[in-house]
């Protein structure tokens, strides 16, 4: 049994998969700068190659008609600690019986685990499409904020680049310390959203927002506020629809600004 040191990344983990296949049977996968040292560990270094690590992803597609290249992208992404290992078996079991209904045997326990991580993964990818708040910089880019469970961070830019294919946008995750950045052709990644963003507050710095995003925002949350009917309002249907773990980076959920006194208002005192 051997652990695999990779360099961390989806395209280490395949090369790790492809280098067992030629080595000892993986006991573990592990980030090599988050590896502590044993005596008793017979330790595999595994560099990350581009080149195969699109062969492996290009054979497990082949045979489960697209559906496992994703899949095992999800499962990474997770962050469960289990999450390379199992990936690393479900490739070796895909390419061993080479059919695609073996990712519907939910007898299997990795198919099992990996359905369950899966449907985790989706749940906070469409939660992200619905609760990314976007606002307008100085720049003339729109900049949000987001703190997802799992990092869903690189599945969420075909729905935006579809979504707002004419703007420039920036979503960053605050808790991982990296963002996607659409310029209007592509998308790229980034490791900080610089003076934009506020890191005492972990939140955008109003100073470089559009002079005129407060305004909207304040009209966002007078909008949330008037189409809330009280005698209807079902506070654990609520939360169970926007959890509060959400809340700080949703602009309606944000605390109304007191309203300035008019010079009208002052004249009548």
């Not at 619905?130 to 961070?153: E, I, K, S, T």
Request: charged content about 30%; overall charge neutral.
């Amino acid at each position: 049994m051997g652990v695999y040191l990779t360099d961390g990344s989806f395209e280490g983990l395949l090369c790790a998969v492809y280098a067992s296949y030629r080595g000892p049977a993986p006991a573990a996968i592990v980030d090599r700068s988050m590896y502590q040292a044993s005596l008793l560990d017979v330790c595999v270094e595994v560099s990350a190659d581009p080149d195969i690590a699109r062969r492996v992803l290009e054979g497990i597609d082949n045979v489960s008609d697209g559906q496992a290249g994703r899949l095992c992208l999800m499962i990474f992404l997770s962050e469960f600690a289990d999450a390379p290992l199992l990936v690393c078996r479900l490739i070796r079991k895909l390419m061993r019986v080479r059919q695609a209904d073996y990712l519907k045997n939910y007898a299997d326990s990795d198919v099992l685990r990996a359905a369950q991580i899966r449907k985790m993964m989706d749940r906070e990818i469409h939660r992200m499409h619905a609760f990314v708040r976007f606002q307008q910089g100085q720049d003339g880019f729109w900049y949000a904020l987001v703190d997802p469970d799992f990092d869903v961070l690189p599945l969420l830019d075909d729905h935006f680049v579809r979504r707002f294919a004419d703007m420039g946008w920036r979503i960053f995750d605050v808790r991982r310390g990296y963002g996607i950045a659409y310029d209007g052709e592509q998308v790229r990644l980034i490791d900080s959203l610089g003076a934009v963003l506020d890191p005492l507050r972990a939140q955008l710095d109003e100073a470089r927002l559009d002079g005129q995003e407060t305004a909207f925002q304040e009209m966002w949350k007078a909008y949330f506020k008037a189409v809330n009917i009280p005698a209807r309002e079902n506070r654990r249907q609520h939360l169970r629809q926007l959890p509060p773990r959400y809340w700080k980076y949703l602009s309606e959920k944000q605390p109304q600004r007191p309203e300035r006194p008019t010079d009208l208002n002052l004249r009548d005192r």
